[in-house]
């Protein structure tokens, strides 16, 4: 068994996965129902379409929010058409798992040291779907790299699509509204911004600068998980893209951020990871936030001594 640590755990260590794999409750294929009834998470291939249908059924989503590996440094390469045509794979999938009206989120990056790979070549592919596309979302992470010879890389890009025509909630930030002079006419009476405001906050528009890169410092960090989105920026998009009780799908589960934000806002999440490492951190994350209110484990150990306890509590007091 994994200890807790203070560094970074690396799970595709072969001797950390040989420790770890007997720790996760799901294999390939397998399902995991929560057993409060909101929730299904599995462990399966995203271009596998026997498996995604098994874990839909008859369910459809009205949102899809999706944070596929990048094809960058951190992953094991391919040749960028086949990744692109994997892509396309699980983003047909996608499509059939959508309510007919409903909206596609997807993470994407762009290698600035190789043409900023993959994502032109996505959205190129995306132009040949039926998808519509809405935003191009940048968020602006606090932490870069590239300072010294090059321009901060501080920046990472989700696309907005929808299907059909989905409902869409304006959503506001922490940032008060500090800007005023801008005048025009309404019902005959010029105005002020500030008068015709619905809130005295901005909205967020396709540049995110208030949410937190997540890091080690953060009690929503998980251990071992690269590229973690902020549970904020995911809140923010099911807040503005899904009512209560709504499905919420991500083929990517990873950290399980997706399937937190969803517990939060009262919406059901169908979720799995190809990896049964990550399909166990999905579900333990949600068991350890429901028995202590927290959103991730800072720097300890997802698979350490006393989390295993409280898994393993868990799981006796649901049988």
Not at 6 to 28: G, H, K, V, Y
Not at 100 to 122: R, T
Not at 156 to 180: A, C, H, S
Request: charged share 25%.
């Amino acid at each position: 068994m994994v200890k807790r640590t203070t560094s970074a755990i690396n799970f595709e260590d072969a001797a950390t996965r040989e420790q770890l794999l007997p720790e996760c409750r799901l294999q390939p294929g397998d399902l995991w129902h929560d057993p409060e009834g909101r929730h299904v998470v599995g462990c399966g291939d995203a271009t596998d379409r026997q498996f995604v249908e098994s874990i839909f059924n008859s369910r459809r989503a009205t949102l899809s929010l999706h944070d596929p590996p990048y094809n960058m440094v951190s992953f094991q390469r391919r040749p960028i058409a086949e990744y692109i045509d994997w892509c396309r794979r699980w983003v047909d999938l996608s499509w059939g798992m959508m309510a007919e009206d409903g909206s596609f989120y997807v993470w994407l990056g762009a290698d600035q040291k190789n043409h900023f790979q993959p994502l032109p070549q996505f959205m190129a592919m995306m132009a040949t779907t039926d998808f519509q596309s809405r935003s191009f979302v940048t968020l602006r992470n606090q932490r870069g790299y590239g300072t010294q010879k090059n321009w901060m890389a501080v920046r990472q890009e989700l696309l907005y699509y929808t299907k059909g025509e989905p409902p869409f909630d304006v959503q506001y930030t922490d940032i008060p509204k500090i800007l005023r002079g801008y005048y025009k006419d309404v019902g005959g009476e010029r105005t002020e911004n500030m008068q015709r405001s619905r809130s005295n906050n901005i909205r967020p528009g396709n540049v995110w600068v208030d949410t937190q890169q997540v890091f080690y410092r953060l009690e929503e960090n998980v251990n071992g998980c690269y590229a973690q989105k902020p549970l904020k920026a995911i809140e923010r998009v099911i807040m503005a893209s899904s009512k209560e009780s709504d499905i919420v799908a991500d083929f990517f589960s990873h950290s399980g951020t997706t399937l937190l934000a969803c517990e939060r806002l009262r919406r059901r999440c169908v979720t799995f990871d190809i990896d049964p490492i990550y399909a166990e951190i999905t579900i333990r994350r949600l068991e350890y936030y429901r028995q202590t209110g927290k959103t991730g484990w800072q720097m300890e150990d997802v698979f350490g001594a006393e989390a295993c306890e409280l898994t393993d509590r868990v799981t006796a007091e649901s049988t």
